[in-house]
């Protein structure tokens, strides 16, 4: 849960979900936590897949957490680190039960409360635990089920709340972040329906890990909103593939994946060669806050708590369990400029989901794609040939007045396009064509850039696959 600056505008989601659930395996059997009831049992682990920590979070109502699970973490900061957690928060966390305590009905309720003077209190739990972490060559899935706290617009600003991962060599050192690597699961703010999923990694600021951003994407909750209902939140972490990936999920959806390739080997390596702890809070204030307009101010109204349900950890020894193996992308140099390039086969993004296709050929889309977004498919080989035309197996439901262009850029997402074209509603998210478009002449080999550019916030635009001609 660090400082984030320079995040995505936010977007609704604003499609139908159904379609990519079947394949999700997995995932699948938490994509109907919105349907459930308050106090939900954690679903049975599928085929290859084992419990190794679960908290129901039952008890008597008004008792605090379970301390052989968990272990409270007060003050306003690590004894000897960074200030305000190193984030800016102005809360100071309790072990009291008015901040942190079950409700008696299955869920734990993290709540910041204000006294008569204008201090904030609030609560943050640890696991015990810090050993979190895949087996060689398997996977380890962390997921919890919660509702974010139920208070929007201007009685929210400030509000924080994280479901989040450090890595274990943090506890007793408290500055060697972000380095040791930090996986944020569900992070939101100022009630806003969204959460942002974001793996932190190598040098502050800046570095291979884009810090403090992180490399995060982001998704709108769909049926009840994050504040209005109870939602799932997830990352597997997949040592079963080649290259290694983080796999982070909304009610059973895959929204955004980090892969290792996408740093250098050190920074992953220092990011992943240990374990991990959990931890559940509701900040107040700080950096990420401060990005969507700050607080908290006169007008945020304390009390809203984090409802959480459960929190399971999952594991599948050898490559097992049922979620899909991802598309690997294959070496630089090796991608064919005149053959079609499979979107979902990028190298590195930012606002990128998947969802599965019913356009001719199956397999998968890009989705989500929104102003800012971007995807990397490295080395594409033009040949001697110039290639002077780009065509996108597009489609979009976007809704009236929303429309965005795709662009092409060589070699980096912020060098001058090379050529566009432009999309608005093709009669929905699955309605696909192929949309042509000039390019300035291209040869030899090159990492393409897919940018996405509107002048609104919301979706505009799926992409199924690219290629381009003479």
């Not at 006294?115 to 060689?136: H, K, L, Y």
């Not at 969802?355 to 397999?363: C, K, Q, S, V």
């Amino acid at each position: 849960m660090s400082a984030t600056s320079g995040i995505p505008t936010r977007r609704p989601l604003g499609r139908a979900l159904v379609a990519v659930l079947g394949t999700l395996g997995l995932a699948a059997a938490v994509a109907t936590a919105t349907a459930l009831p308050a106090d939900a049992s954690a679903p049975t682990p599928p085929s290859g897949w084992s419990q190794v920590f679960l908290d129901d979070f039952n008890g008597p109502a008004g008792s605090g957490i379970n301390t052989a699970n968990w272990q409270y973490t007060t003050g306003t900061s690590y004894p000897g680190g960074p200030a305000g957690f190193g984030t800016g928060e102005v809360e100071t966390m309790t072990s009291s039960t008015s901040n942190v305590s079950l409700d008696g009905a299955g869920n734990l309720r993290i709540t910041p409360r204000r006294d008569t003077a204008g201090n904030w209190t609030s609560g943050r739990v640890e696991t015990n635990r810090s050993d979190f972490q895949p087996p060689a060559g398997g996977k380890l899935r962390v997921e919890a089920r919660l509702q974010m706290p139920n208070v929007t617009g201007a009685a929210a600003k400030g509000y924080w709340p994280a479901f989040w991962m450090l890595g274990a060599p943090y506890r007793g050192n408290w500055w060697n972040w972000p380095g040791v690597g930090e996986l944020d699961i569900m992070e939101n703010v100022q009630g806003i329906n969204n959460e942002w999923a974001t793996m932190h990694c190598g040098t502050s600021p800046g570095g291979p890990c884009n810090e403090k951003s992180g490399i995060g994407g982001q998704k709108a909750c769909a049926g009840t909103t994050c504040q209005g209902g109870f939602h799932t939140y997830a990352v597997e972490w997949d040592r079963s593939t080649s290259p290694e990936e983080m796999r982070f999920y909304l009610d059973g959806v895959n929204f955004h994946t980090v892969r290792q390739n996408q740093v250098d080997a050190t920074t992953w390596a220092n990011a992943t060669n240990h374990g991990y702890f959990i931890i559940l809070n509701v900040a107040m204030g700080g950096e990420f806050p401060a990005a969507f307009g700050g607080g908290p101010d006169g007008g945020t109204d304390p009390g809203h708590p984090l409802v959480v349900d459960y929190v399971q950890v999952l594991q599948s020894a050898g490559g097992g369990g049922t979620t899909p193996p991802p598309t690997t992308p294959p070496p630089s140099g090796n991608r064919d400029a005149y053959s079609a390039i499979q979107a979902e086969s990028y190298d590195g993004q930012a606002g990128v989901g998947t969802e599965t296709t019913t356009d001719t050929g199956g397999g998968q889309n890009i989705s989500t794609l929104a102003n800012g977004d971007y995807a990397l498919y490295k080395g594409v080989d033009f040949g001697s040939t110039a290639a002077r035309q780009f065509y996108g197996r597009v489609a979009s439901g976007a809704a009236g007045g929303v429309s965005g262009v795709v662009e092409v850029r060589l070699d980096s997402r912020t060098s001058a396009p090379i050529g566009s074209f432009a999309v608005a509603d093709t009669g929905g998210w699955q309605a696909w064509r192929t949309v042509p478009a000039n390019i300035s002449s291209v040869t030899g080999t090159h990492d393409v850039y897919l940018t996405f550019t509107s002048g609104q916030s919301a979706d505009f635009v799926n992409v199924n696959w690219f290629d381009f001609g003479h």
